[in-house]
């Protein structure tokens, strides 16, 4: 069964950094394209970066040097490092995998900035 589980989420004040991981399993997760998405409250989901299998990045402009998204294929994680974090970042970030017309959501882990 497919699964990709979020963890890292917490509370932090403006400047600081998290690290969020995703750890996947049930799927050939080497030849999936990885990305986090958020969701801020009464916003829609937004994607903030994406890392393709062939290691390609994508990241969204309010979080461009920032945020640095990686993966480890050995470990079949997906890793967020989010830096000089920002109320502005406040969200429920989720993991998401996707290959052709297959996607998969993990459950969510909350950020909070805040002073």
């Known amino acids: 069964q497919a699964q990709l589980v979020e963890s890292g989420g917490d509370s932090v004040q403006p400047g600081g950094s998290l690290r969020l991981s995703c750890a996947a399993s049930?799927?050939?997760?080497?030849?999936?394209?990885l990305a986090w998405y958020r969701q801020a409250p009464g916003k829609e989901r937004e994607l903030v970066a994406r890392?393709?299998?062939?290691?390609?990045?994508d990241y969204s402009d309010s979080v461009q040097g920032r945020f640095t998204i990686s993966r480890d294929n050995a470990k079949k994680e997906v890793y967020l490092q989010m830096n000089n974090l920002k109320p502005e970042d406040t969200a429920v970030y989720y993991c998401n995998a996707v290959l052709e017309t297959r996607s998969i959501w993990g459950q969510g882990t909350q950020v909070t900035v805040t002073s």
């Open positions: 049930g799927i050939s997760f080497s030849f999936y394209a």
């Open positions: 890392v393709r299998a062939n290691q390609r990045l």
